[in-house]
């Protein structure tokens, strides 16, 4: 069975980078057959997906726009981990974070249970 | 950016009571469009892929239509377990997009 477990700090102060990880366990990584990304929801608000990465070295990446210049993610294949990095937040970037595996066609298959990250001095 | 719209955002309905969700697409997305279920402090399930495909597992009474720019979900009989948000998500382009969701309420 597939599972998806984020980690990472609960707290971020403004302008600071909020970094998170997302370890997958009971399939790995490296699948040829999926992307792996990171999807967000402010408190009562809807989904915003953040972007997605490839397991190749090349470890092709797409990124929502809207946030393209803040945003990194890599994938460590030794550990099963993806990871997010997000730098200069504000409060606008308080939400639930998720980490997710993608099929190659984009649609969202598996779902972490989320972790809430709040920016806040 | 693709944008995506659903309506209603909010609806009232009963056990027992056939419903049908709307997402509209800004510009054609031939059937790259997901359904999702999410409910309070959990984390979105995946209903249907491909406008129309349901995933493993999800209850027949479930399904999906539409392509190009209007698409809907359908429960062909409310079950009290079906009391959640619904979200569409197009997946035409890499920059996915989500529509505001559609909060099913007990009436």
Redesign the interface.
């Known amino acids: 069975q597939l599972q998806l477990r984020e980690s990472g700090p609960g707290l971020v102060k403004p302008s600071e980078t909020l970094s998170l990880t997302c370890t997958v366990s009971g399939g790995s990584i490296s699948s040829s057959s999926f992307y792996w990304g990171w999807i967000r929801q402010p408190p009562g608000k ?4 953040i972007g ?1 990465i490839y397991y190749s070295e090349s470890g092709s990446t ?1 990124y ?3 946030l393209k210049s803040r945003v990194t993610m890599s994938v460590d294949t030794s550990k099963n981990q993806f990871s997010l990095k997000l730098t200069s937040v504000t409060a606008a970037d308080t939400a639930v974070y ?1 980490c997710a595996r993608l ?1 190659n ?5 598996y ?4 972790t809430l990250v709040t920016v806040s001095s | 950016d693709i944008q995506m719209t659903q309506s209603p955002s909010t609806l009232s309905a009963s056990v027992g009571d056939r419903v049908t969700i709307t997402c509209r697409a800004s510009q054609s997305i031939s059937s790259y469009l997901a359904w999702y279920q999410q409910k309070p402090g959990k984390a979105p399930k995946l209903l249907i892929y491909k406008a129309s495909t349901l995933e493993s597992g999800v209850p027949s009474r479930f399904s999906g239509s539409g392509s190009g720019t209007e698409f809907t979900l359908t429960i062909s009989s409310l079950q009290p377990d079906d009391f959640a948000t619904y979200y569409c998500q197009q997946y035409y382009s890499y920059s996915l997009t989500f529509g505001g969701g559609t909060k099913v309420e007990i009436k």
């Not at chain 1, 809807?46 to 997906?49: A, H, N, T, V």
């Not at chain 1, 779902?111 to 989320?114: A, M, N, S, V």
């Open positions: 809807g989904l915003e997906w997605s797409y929502n726009p809207s998720y099929t066609s984009h649609e969202v298959n779902w972490g249970q989320g």
